[in-house]
């Protein structure tokens, strides 16, 4: 089975100069966790509420004035839609992330596949395989 099969394909990225508060509010409003953050589908990060939480709101700053840039991940894991589920198992459990960007060819953001994706609509094996090195504590 394919990323492109499971995956959640209605994804919109978000401006990096946008800011943090609208960020928020869409992933309340879709009830999501992750927001790939680029232009014209070009990946250039993403931002989790994990991100928003740990770099913005713990740290004290004021969510109404900071852009999604200044909190976001830049440096994100992804893989392509051709993948197998197998093979981004594989890569969640080495990498330990619950969510991935996907990719198409032309490194156009077409989808987010999660471990919730694996697991409802992939594969049960897969999915316990990838939870169980991801919730592993690594030394």
Known sequence: MRVKEIMSKDVKLIHPHAHLTDAAKLMREKDIGMIPVGE??????????????????????????????????????????????????RHMSKEQIRRLAVLDKNNHVVGIISLGDLSAKGSDKEAARALHSISETKH
């Open 40 to 89: 014209d589908d070009r990946l250039e990060g993403v931002i989790t509420d994990r991100d928003i939480i740990i770099r913005a709101l713990a740290k004290g700053k004021n969510l109404e004035e900071l852009t999604v840039r200044e909190v976001m991940t830049p440096k994100c894991q992804t893989c392509f839609e051709e993948d197998t589920i197998e093979e981004v198992s």
